[in-house]
T-cell receptor, first 119, second 113 residues
Framework: GAVVSQHPSWVICKSGTSVKIECRSL??????MFWYRQFPKQSLMLMAT?????????EQGVEKDKFLINHASLTLSTLTVTSAHPEDSSFYIC???????????????FGPGTRLTVL | SQQGEEDPQALSIQEGENATMNCSYK?????LQWYRQNSGRGLVHLIL?????REKHSGRLRVTLDTSKKSSSLLITASRAADTASYFC?????????????FGKGTHLIIQP
């Protein structure tokens, strides 16, 4: 089956530093990847949609200058949390979708998540 | 907001009993999916039901969809301790191509041995 990995699994950093999280589709090419954030005991909230070779589309309320997304290849998207603060501590989950015909639903395959703790 | 709303927020039952979780949403959908998440872990896709389907089965799971009421239910039969997890419904609104999913708030299910 389709496998999506994330690295690192967890990270602890100091306030003010930047943290990069990688999302890889291991056995398929993903034209689109999604980044979600989940605070403790809450649901997943879509942060942004990342399309290979183009700028990411951010959801309302998500700061694009703070959460930098790069989707440089069909198997890799990165999320960089810049100048991290304790309130950015969360569980970040990516998902990846293989190409699909226009108008057709494309299954999302989820990564295992990255737990970020900002001290 | 298109976010799904699950109820109950938490459910505790005895092993062997059936567990039912409900999800309601506000707008039209292309499909609705159910996921499981063990504490602090990633998501496991359970089942997808399309807007033109009314019921779907997968092992001990049964999902129903009522688009007129904008609601779905997930039934887990003969529950096991290993079913203890949080369960989320997720809505795909459609519009073609790859859109993100909108997740409900989740139901935390505890199966007591």
């Amino acid at each position: 089956g389709a496998v999506v990995s994330q690295h690192p699994s967890w990270v602890i950093c100091k306030s003010g530093t930047s943290v990069k999280i990688e999302c890889r589709s291991l056995d398929f090419q993903a034209t689109t990847m999604f980044w979600y954030r989940q605070f403790p005991k809450q649901s997943l909230m879509l942060m942004a949609t990342s399309n290979e070779g183009s700028k990411a589309t951010y959801e309302q309320g998500v700061e694009k200058d703070k959460f930098l997304i790069n989707h440089a290849s069909l198997t890799l998207s990165t999320l960089t949390v810049t100048s991290a603060h304790p309130e950015d501590s969360s569980f970040y989950i990516c998902s990846a979708s293989p190409p699909t015909s226009s108008g057709q639903f494309s299954t999302q395959y989820f990564g295992p998540g990255t737990r970020l703790t900002v001290l | 907001s298109q976010q799904g709303e699950e109820d109950p927020q938490a459910l505790s039952i005895q092993e062997g009993e059936n567990a039912t979780m409900n999800c309601s949403y506000k707008t039209s959908i292309n499909n609705l999916q159910w996921y499981r998440q063990n504490s602090g872990r990633g998501l496991v896709h359970l089942i997808l039901i399309r807007s033109n389907e009314r019921e779907k089965h997968s092992g001990r799971l049964r999902v129903t969809l009522d688009t007129s009421k904008k609601s779905s239910s997930l039934l887990i039969t003969a529950s096991r301790a290993a079913d203890t997890a949080s369960y989320f419904c997720a809505i795909y609104g459609g519009g073609g191509g790859a859109d993100g999913l909108t997740f409900g708030k989740g139901t935390h299910l505890i199966i007591q041995p």
